[in-house]
């Protein structure tokens, strides 16, 4: 598995956005998927996990379809600054592309 690459940017809000390939199905290839570390957390730290699909669309707007992200770095850094939730690690997988024209 190739090295995930990491990305900072104030719109990560203080969080760490790496991403990584994987081949999750030999008929549909491989997928990128998004990992956005809120600040402070230490690689082997434990915390929960939020899945969410449409990874491409979650946390820069150069990434994003249509030029503008759903801004999900900005309320979840946000939700765990006021205790409103405990730290937790973002998931996004990116769609193919490919099935959205099947489906």
Same mark, same amino acid.
């Given at each position: ?7 900072? =940017?104030? $719109?990560?809000?203080?969080? /760490?956005?790496?991403?990584?390939? &994987?081949?999750?199905?030999? $008929?549909?290839?491989? /997928? ?8 402070? &957390?230490?690689?082997?730290? #434990? ?12 946390? /820069? ?7 503008a992200c759903w801004g999900v770095a900005g309320t979840v850094a946000h939700l765990i #600054?006021? /205790? =409103? %939730?405990?730290? %937790?690690?973002?998931?996004? %997988?990116?769609?193919?592309? +490919?099935? +959205? +024209?099947?489906?």
């Amino acid at each position: 598995m190739p090295e995930p690459q990491e990305k900072w =940017s104030a $719109d990560l809000c203080g969080g /760490r956005l790496q991403t990584f390939l &994987w081949e999750h199905h030999k $008929d549909l290839g491989e /997928r990128l998927v998004r990992v956005w570390t809120p600040p402070g &957390w230490e690689a082997g730290q #434990a915390v929960k996990a939020l899945w969410l699909n449409d990874g491409q669309n979650l946390f /820069r707007d150069e990434d994003a379809f249509g030029g503008a992200c759903w801004g999900v770095a900005g309320t979840v850094a946000h939700l765990i #600054a006021a /205790r =409103s %939730i405990p730290p %937790i690690v973002v998931l996004g %997988i990116d769609h193919t592309g +490919r099935m +959205r +024209r099947t489906h």
